[in-house]
């Protein structure tokens, strides 16, 4: 099994899962972040590469990918970072996330044969169509055991999102709201209305539910209704301010994280 | 002339790829917009309701059929036979226009209340703007910082035309970035807003729409052609390319013409190996940019190129996938021109025919001696936009005065 799929099945609630982006805010920082996050309690983490021009994101991400392109870092340098941190104890479940063209221009196959080696579990690649997954990537995906995540949003039709559970594994990424990452609206009544919609659904998959998702509150709320959700931009604003990653980062986890019972099902 | 393999199909396919270049790499938040799109567009165009507004714009709106002109003098200096079509006398000036009045009418019966387009020399944001202003709608047009100040004429002119122009301040400042801008903006504004694209670009059914609205520009060529020469058919057709919307509307009704030779134009900026190009196919690998499979100016690593060309609307690190498919397979040869080529250019035709053209068509006029036209053959080339309308292009403004002043 999978580290996503046995994180879900005996964790079934309330998983926190982390975006940082790599090389950000220093090209080296990428390995010390990550054990700083299992050390403070995140549950899984999402690895971002970086790239010139992401559409789906707003401007904290945007800012964050621009410094870390500038710091040098790319598809190779992650990877080589990555390499060993099964060895030394990183035994969270860890996704890469970016766009697809930089994969591309890697190559698909080994890129994914370098995910398998380093210890690289799920792949989110946003703007990679459904079709060309099915039809070219999915059996490389799956020769290097790689869970490909997709994405769901409020206007997504619920037989988009039934297709989507039959082709995905590991999670669903429910996106909260019309909107590129980092908003700041919170999780809205129009919001809940959508996340009890897709609860109801009896997806085969566990979700997470990502987008304007910053602090304890609403953590807990987006917990509610889902398996667990994603931070993303409110993290990256905390590596920007932060004088010292290693007090910085448990400090906001151990804050969105207060209260939360994790892996007992309320 | 290259031998080209008979069926190769020079049509989009029913998954939206030209060859295989094309499709929609869009994120899931962009995905049923696009998806609405590419279901409803063929019918809502075939409808004859449809037809009959979109027509009756186009001629007594827009001013078409625009003239095909034969450049006398032009065609002496070069030793050929040279047909200018003038888009520059379409209303707002240049090609972009047909395009906007097709989409918007498509808005409109996708119910859609919001206009959002990005643009880089203004045209097309005049154009988008100058639709909306027609047909009461909202308009938010997204351009790059560098470009606001290069083509301000334009800035003024969208902001007359009651449409807010937003700066799009990351990256190059340019073309690319504010197309980033407005597909964020689709993303946040997904219920009430249809996205006017201004090129054969981004995901389908984008490419294939917009070159269809264009598609009017070689209609009326053949026609006109007809009616001039006796024959329909060119022995070449010259057009420049930045996302290359007026080239796929100049082509298209010769794509399966195989005696029709078809010139594509790049901007070479300071030169194709300067390290300031915006000369796609010469510099490019294919790749995913703004929602299509196409050919692009990027980093091994698979990070967008800036590009670089004088000319804002040439200044695009990629192309439109179906002319990354007429590239890959020869059926288009694809030059390029540099910025003082195309300076030149502009200012010899202006000279000799009395046009003042737009700096990206004259990288179209800027290579006309090297494409092998003898005095039999007949080219035709164009899509200009008179500069004299809105005051002038600050760059040619600049590059004028630095003549005078030596
Ligand atoms: C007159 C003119 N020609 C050409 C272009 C380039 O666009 P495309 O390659 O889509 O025709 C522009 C863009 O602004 C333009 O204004």
């Not at chain 1, 986890?253 to 209260?259: E, L």
């Not at chain 2, 980033?180 to 984008?206: F, K, L, Q």
């Amino acid at each position: 099994m999978n580290r996503i799929e046995k994180l879900f099945a005996s964790q079934p609630s309330g998983n926190l899962n982390v975006y940082f982006t790599a090389g950000f805010p220093g090209v080296g920082d990428t390995r010390r972040i990550l054990s700083v996050l299992q050390e403070s309690g995140a549950d899984l983490v999402e690895i971002g590469m970086p790239y010139s021009d992401p559409v789906a994101d707003g401007e904290t991400i945007q800012l964050s990918n621009q410094q870390a392109l500038e710091n040098g870092m790319t598809v190779r340098l992650l990877l080589e970072q990555l390499e060993g941190m099964r060895e030394d104890g990183i035994t969270l479940p860890v996704l890469l996330m970016g766009y697809i063209n930089p994969v591309i221009q890697f190559g698909i196959e080994r890129f994914c044969e370098k995910c398998a080696e380093v210890g690289v579990d799920g792949l989110i690649l946003p703007d990679m169509p459904m079709d060309v997954y099915l039809n070219e990537y999915k059996a490389i995906f799956e020769k290097y055991g790689l869970l490909n995540i997709f994405l769901v949003t409020p206007q997504t039709s619920e037989a988009r999102i039934r297709q989507i559970d039959q082709v995905s594994s590991g999670f669903i990424y429910t996106v909260s709201s019309a909107s590129v990452t980092g908003s700041q609206s919170g999780v809205s009544d129009n919001m809940e209305a959508y996340f009890e919609r897709i609860d109801a659904m009896n997806l085969r998959n566990p979700r997470l539910i990502g987008f304007g998702i910053k602090d304890n509150v609403t953590f807990e709320k987006a917990c509610r209704y889902a398996q667990g959700a994603i931070i993303g931009s409110a993290f990256i604003r905390v590596l920007q301010e932060s004088q010292d990653l290693g007090t910085d980062i448990p400090d906001f986890i151990h804050s969105v994280k207060a209260n939360n019972h994790a892996g007992i099902d309320v | 002339m290259e031998v080209l393999e008979e069926n190769i199909s020079f049509q989009v396919d029913e998954n939206g790829y030209y060859g295989q270049f094309g499709g929609a790499f869009v994120p899931e938040m962009l995905h049923p917009n696009v998806e609405e799109l590419r279901t409803r567009y063929l019918d809502i165009m075939a409808d004859p309701g449809f037809q009959a507004e979109f027509n009756g714009l186009l001629r007594h709106y827009v001013g078409r059929p625009t003239p095909l002109y034969l450049a006398k003098r032009l065609s002496e200096k070069f030793g050929t036979t040279i047909y200018l079509k003038r888009e520059d006398l379409c209303h707002t000036g240049a090609h972009k226009v047909n395009n906007t009045i097709g989409q918007i009418l498509l808005a409109q019966r996708l119910g859609k209340k919001r206009i959002v387009a990005e643009t880089g020399a203004g045209q097309h944001g005049v154009a988008t703007a100058t639709v909306c202003a027609l047909m009461g709608v909202e308009c938010i047009v997204y351009m790059g910082e560098l470009d606001i100040e290069r083509q301000a004429p334009n800035v003024a002119r969208m902001k007359m035309l009651g449409a807010e122009v937003r700066p799009a301040t990351c990256g190059s400042k340019t073309l690319k970035d504010a197309t980033n801008e407005a597909m964020r903006h689709w993303i946040n504004n997904p219920a009430d807003t249809h996205y006017i694209i201004g090129s054969v670009v981004g995901p389908h059914p984008y490419p294939d729409m917009v070159t269809r609205f264009q598609s009017v520009i070689s209609a009326e060529m053949k026609t006109q052609l007809k009616e001039q020469t006796g024959n329909s058919n060119p022995d070449f057709v010259v057009a420049c390319v930045g996302g290359g919307s007026n080239a796929a509307g100049a082509f298209y009704h010769y794509l399966d013409e195989p005696s029709v030779q078809l010139i594509a134009v790049e901007a070479a900026g300071q030169g194709v190996d300067s390290g300031h190009s915006a000369a796609t196919t010469a510099l490019g690998k294919p790749g995913v940019l703004h929602g299509s499979r196409t050919i692009l100016m990027q980093t091994e690593d698979g990070q967008v190129v800036e590009p670089y060309s004088l000319s804002a609307g040439l200044d695009y690190p990629g192309i439109g996938p179906v002319h990354a498919h007429l590239f890959q397979t020869g059926r288009a040869r694809f030059l390029s021109a540099t910025d003082d080529e195309a300076l030149k250019a502009s200012f010899e035709l202006a000279r000799i025919e009395g046009i003042i053209p737009a700096l990206e068509t004259s990288h179209a006029l800027a290579i006309l001696d090297r494409i092998g036209a003898g005095k039999d053959d007949v080219v035709v080339a164009g899509y200009l936009y008179e500069v004299s309308l809105i005051g002038c292009q600050l760059s040619v403004i600049r590059f004028f005065n630095s003549l005078i002043q030596n």
